[in-house]
């Protein structure tokens, strides 16, 4: 019986025979020679389980960040049999300048921990196991805190590959101030947090540019593997700007109770009151969200302009009582 | 969701990166080496024999000893120290990946609202270096810079000192007391700070909103309850014996926004229309009454009726300053 050879000691053994190549490996040469393949290859017989293994490998190796490079034969563009496998090892290794201080890695170290409880923990628990590969010793600078990104949306994983990969997705989303969920196909461009809130950017079928709170996707979100050319520029921080520009120009003024949890949290948050401590300038990048929270106030708070505001707070109250207040009568 | 292979990958990650490591440290001893990545000595050891198997098919496509890992084995058994004597392909770490290149670069992000952290030239130094060692180029991330809060730095510096603090809270319920507080642990969910503290008053460790302290004030007074000593839990709001249970009706889109007050177990019934019914734990109904109030369409309280009561009155006193408003308006 020959050995079984564990899946990551039949990975790593791929890795150093794709290193060690110069013109690259054939399938067929990968699986009659490396080990944890050839035990199981035959070579008058049928491979097709091996081959299937062989493209999980593949695919386990790219989710590291290993580069994996094909080489088509010469002569032959596209023929999947003669073709060839490679990593280089420049574009694999980490480069030689780039070294971690005690400091900075006790900062990604928690860095890494902000994602504890999310669907990049795995991702997290490899970078931080390739850091130790340097042995640098955090120097405990960070102890203490304990930072989390909640991250509850299981939407961050699907849409960073996306993001990553060009590729469009669709999700159910339930725009704020809405009771229902619509479907959405989106160019996704950027990821990004603002005031405490993950939001992504993406273009739509007519090449818009929206921005959806990953806390309102109501369902997965999908790849529709459909590529694109996305268009140049650092879209994340054009994002941000744009999102703070509106922010800045949106502005309400709402009278809060002194001493109140509102006047509290909303005057850290928006800066100072007036003199007397009772008028308060809010900023809002979006009507619907800012009417949402001031409503959770209850009699805190009470919006004196713009108008729309008002109204939109005032009808959340009365929902809100009418949905709660048993009347009379009533069964 | 797709079942993730993490073991296999996270095995992998090692074998990729213990090997460099062993590279540059020559003579390291199998206990230092397991401290350092986090395994028993005895883990380390086993790792180590398991790697001096592997290599490449050589120049006659099989492996012959010349093509193998192979280490120092006297200094092992005498001396418990590894000294790799033959190497193979690889001397450095791999790179990130994007994927991981750009969670890390958005959780270093978002500690630049950390006090502590918030050298701003070390972290942009630190993003570039991740953005250059990634295998590819990281997805767009990016996090604003929310306000770092002055009192953050404060219970930090106290938290280190060892020392207790003191300040005005002001709880769910409206009531506002003087807390003395040995620190133990600053905590974050997305842009809300936590301490969790020995609170004097209470006798036990009670948690506390950063941003509803006032007159904040490190004392001389050394603290009597230390982290070492307290080991305090992963969850930040442990479910109490005194909780409250609310029968409440939530839409199916809002279950997300709402799932840090559903239990692991919460039994999600359909209730038509695109709602559910289950039930929730609150410690009292001053916290409901405003996330319901936040929820508006999307929540009702079912039960019992003092807490749709509370919910109601809140709503309705808060819908009753417009009229008010209105009539001083003339």
Redesign the interface.
């Known amino acids: 019986m020959p050995r079984i050879v564990?899946?990551?000691?039949r990975?790593?053994?791929l890795?150093?025979?794709l290193?060690?190549t110069e013109q690259g490996l054939t399938k067929e040469q990968i699986l009659?020679?490396?080990?944890g393949y050839h035990q199981k290859y035959d070579p008058n017989g049928d491979n097709a389980n091996l081959e299937r293994q062989f493209e999980r490998d593949k695919d386990?190796l790219r989710?590291?960040?290993?580069?994996l490079e094909t080489v088509d034969a010469p002569g032959e563009p596209g023929n999947n049999q003669l073709q060839s496998y490679r990593v280089s090892?420049g574009?694999?290794?980490?480069?030689?300048d780039?070294t971690?201080t005690p400091?900075?890695l006790s900062?990604?170290q928690?860095?890494?921990t902000?994602?504890r409880e999310g669907s990049?923990s795995?991702?997290?628990?490899?970078?931080m196991?390739?850091l130790?590969?340097?042995?640098v010793?955090p120097d405990g600078?960070?102890?203490?805190?304990?930072?989390?990104?909640?991250q509850?949306?299981?939407a961050f994983?699907p849409l960073?590959?996306a993001?990553?990969r060009h590729e469009a997705v669709t999700f159910?989303y339930?725009r704020p101030g809405r009771?229902?969920?619509r479907r959405h196909t989106i160019k996704p461009?950027?990821?990004?947090?603002?005031?405490?809130?993950w939001l992504f950017m993406g273009l739509d079928g007519a090449g818009r540019k929206l921005n959806f709170l990953l806390?309102?996707?109501?369902g997965d979100v999908v790849s529709t593997r459909e590529r694109f050319d996305p268009p140049a520029g650092?879209?994340?921080?054009e994002?941000?700007r744009e999102l703070?520009e509106l922010w800045q120009r949106n502005t309400a003024t709402v009278?809060v109770e002194p001493?109140?949890?509102a006047a509290?949290?909303l005057g850290?948050?928006y800066g100072g009151t007036t003199p007397d401590g009772r008028l308060l300038v809010v900023h809002y990048s979006d009507l619907a969200l800012l009417a949402?929270?001031l409503?959770?106030?209850?009699?805190?708070?009470?919006v004196?302009e713009p108008d729309q505001v008002?109204q939109a707070?005032?009808?959340?109250?009365?929902?809100?009582?009418w949905?709660?207040?048993?009347r009379e009568g009533a069964a | 969701m797709s079942p993730r292979p993490a073991y296999a990958a996270d095995r992998l990650a090692f074998l990729l990166s213990v090997v460099p490591y062993l590279i540059d440290h020559p003579g390291v001893t199998v206990a230092d080496a397991a401290a350092h990545f986090g395994l028993t000595p005895a883990e380390m050891q086993a790792q180590v024999e398991r790697i001096t198997g592997m290599g490449v098919p050589g120049a006659t496509k099989t492996y012959g000893p010349e093509d193998l890992f192979d280490i120092d084995w006297d200094a092992l058994d005498t001396e418990g120290r590894i000294y790799i004597t033959n190497r193979v392909v690889i001397d450095d770490a791999p790179r990130f990946s994007a994927r991981e290149a750009a969670a890390l670069i958005a959780g270093l992000q978002y500690l630049q609202s950390v006090p502590g952290s918030s050298d701003s030239a070390v972290l942009a130094g630190l993003i570039a270096k991740l953005a250059r060692g990634a295998s590819a180029v990281p997805p767009s991330v990016a996090i604003d810079r929310g306000a770092a809060d002055g009192a953050l730095a404060v219970v930090r510096d106290a938290i280190a000192a060892g020392i207790r603090v003191e300040f005005d809270y002001l709880n769910a319920r409206g009531e506002r007391e003087r807390r003395p507080v040995d620190p133990l642990r600053l905590e974050s969910r997305d842009d809300v700070w936590y301490l969790r503290g020995w609170c004097q008053l209470r006798g036990d460790v009670r948690v506390f909103r950063v941003d509803r302290m006032e007159n904040l004030r490190p004392t001389d007074v050394p603290a009597e309850h230390t982290p070492d000593e307290i080991a305090l839990s992963e969850t930040l709001f442990d479910p109490s014996a005194a909780d409250l249970v609310v029968e409440v009706r939530l839409a199916e889109s809002a279950i997300p926004a709402f799932a840090e007050y559903l239990s692991d177990d919460a039994k999600l019934e359909p209730d038509g229309d695109g709602f559910v019914r289950t039930s929730i734990r609150v410690a009292h109904f001053h916290t409901l009454k405003r996330v319901a109030g936040t929820m508006a369409g999307l929540l009702t309280v079912l039960g019992p009726p003092e807490a749709r009561r509370a919910v109601a009155d809140w709503a309705a006193a808060g819908a009753a300053r417009y009229r008010t408003a209105g009539a001083e308006d003339g």
């Not at chain 1, 564990?6 to 000691?9: A, K």
């Open positions: 564990p899946p990551e000691e990975q790593f053994a890795v150093l025979a290193l060690a009659s020679t490396v080990d386990a989710e590291l960040g290993i580069p090892k574009d694999y290794e980490l480069p030689a780039i971690f400091t900075e900062l990604l928690l860095a890494g902000v994602w990049l795995g991702d997290m628990r490899r970078a196991i390739k130790r590969a340097a042995g010793e600078s960070m102890l203490g805190y304990a930072p989390r990104l909640k509850l949306e299981p994983a960073t590959q993001i990553e159910p339930l009771t229902t969920a461009l950027a990821l990004f947090q603002f005031r405490g809130r806390s309102r996707i109501v650092d879209h994340s921080t994002a941000l703070e009278a001493g109140s949890d509290m949290r850290r948050r949402d929270e409503a959770g106030f209850g009699p805190e708070v009470t004196i008002k707070v005032l009808s959340r109250l009365e929902a809100t009582e949905a709660h207040r048993d």
